[in-house]
Nanobody, 125 residues
Framework: QLQLVESGGGLVQPGGSLRLTCTVS????????IGWFRQAPGKEREGISC????????YYSDSVKGRFTISRDNTKNTVLLQMDSLKPGDTGIYHC??????????????????WGEGTQVTVSS
């Protein structure tokens, strides 16, 4: 069964950087479409970025565009989220997830069918 595991979270000062990793358990994942989401305490889950496996097309929410970069490393079955210029408002639990349809990408949580447990990101001085 396909599993997703996030890592790389931690505590960082405002203006700092972190790189999150989503490791996908199944090696034949080249065409899978992966999204990154985050959830702050008391708030709804927010889609922030996604990447289409077959084309490499990438999408970002307005809240992270220009600061975050999504990429994939096929040799390691991973999807990376490079986060720069972090702000306190970026604090939350970050999850990666598998889109329910191949060749599609969206920032809506309802479109994803399998989720990792998440990794905590805290931006604070």
């Amino acid at each position: 069964q396909l599993q997703l595991v996030e890592s790389g979270g931690g505590l960082v000062q405002p203006g700092g950087s972190l790189r999150l990793t989503c490791t996908v358990s199944r090696s034949s994942w080249a065409t899978y479409d992966i999204g990154w989401f985050r959830q702050a305490p008391g708030k709804e889950r927010e889609g922030i970025s996604c990447i289409i496996g077959s084309t490499g097309d990438k999408y970002y929410s307005d809240s992270v565009k220009g600061r975050f970069t999504i990429s994939r490393d096929n040799t390691k079955n991973t999807v990376l989220l490079q986060m720069d210029s972090l702000k306190p408002g970026d604090t939350g639990i970050y999850h990666c997830a598998l889109h329910r349809y191949r060749g599609r990408c969206s920032l809506e949580p309802v479109d994803y069918i399998r989720w990792g447990e998440g990794t905590q990101v805290t931006v604070s001085s």
